[in-house]
T-cell receptor
Framework: DGGITQSPKYLFRKEGQNVTLSCEQNLNHDAMYWYRQDPGQGLRLIYYSQIVNDFQKGDIAEGYSVSREKKESFPLTVTSAQKNPTAFYLC????????????FGDGTRLSIL | QQQVKQSPQSLIVQKGGISIINCAYENTAFDYFPWYQQFPGKGPALLIAIRPDVSEKKEGRFTISFNKSAKQFSLHIMDSQPGDSATYFCAARGTSYGKLTFGQGTILTVHP
């Protein structure tokens, strides 16, 4: 089945540690996105990528980094500079053309030890 | 101007009733308005979407009503069922390539 796979489902980070969240899609979508979800705040865009080797900052990019070396993969690194990393992280993808729907993975929940 | 305001934060409805969730926006550049449904521990799933040249769109028990002049749109769930209990998000997409702005979410509980 085509879809978006996020791993791991749960992740724990120690103080001062960088962690990387994986996102893989087999939908042949051009665009990929990372969102952060906090209770009562909806989804906020961290980074997005329209094509391989290109990405743009979203609304809350500070403390995060991404790469897009392959069309299928868009990993997110939560760096030690992100002081409040505890959240539910969601990856999405779309065909990239305007008005094409975004499809979401099932998320990674990151907590601080 | 990029915000999408969603209400209510939570909603309790009896089985068979109508659930109504409202969203308002200010940015007139928004031109695509999807609704997502999210169950606990899962990612949001696209439920239904509308463009501003249409005032209403219906898919099964789910209807979007769109008022362009008021810059408001709403989701109506007819004959609500306990299986509809989830968090619902409205969103809007503007001229930025693929970028969605989400509302804060509504937690819907349908009692049997």
């Amino acid at each position: 089945d085509g879809g978006i796979t996020q791993s791991p489902k749960y992740l724990f980070r120690k103080e001062g540690q960088n962690v990387t969240l994986s996102c893989e899609q087999n939908l042949n979508h051009d665009a990929m996105y990372w969102y952060r979800q906090d209770p009562g705040q909806g989804l906020r865009l961290i980074y997005y990528s329209q094509i391989v080797n290109d990405f743009q900052k979203g609304d809350i990019a500070e403390g995060y980094s991404v790469s897009r070396e392959k069309k299928e993969s868009f990993p997110l690194t939560v760096t030690s500079a992100q002081k409040n990393p505890t959240a539910f992280y969601l990856c999405a993808s779309s065909m990239g053309q305007k008005n094409q729907p975004q499809h979401f993975g099932d998320g990674t929940r990151l907590s601080i030890l | 101007q990029q915000q999408v305001k969603q209400s209510p934060q939570s909603l309790i409805v009896q089985k068979g009733g109508i659930s109504i969730i409202n969203c308002a926006y200010e940015n007139t550049a928004f031109d695509y308005f999807p609704w997502y449904q999210q169950f606990p521990g899962k990612g949001p799933a696209l439920l239904i979407a509308i463009r501003p040249d249409v005032s209403e769109k219906k898919e099964g028990r789910f209807t979007i009503s769109f008022n362009k002049s008021a810059k408001q749109f709403s989701l109506h769930i007819m004959d609500s069922q306990p299986g509809d209990s989830a968090t619902y998000f409205c969103a809007a997409r503007g001229t930025s390539y693929g970028k969605l702005t989400f509302g804060q979410g509504t937690i819907l509980t349908v009692h049997p």
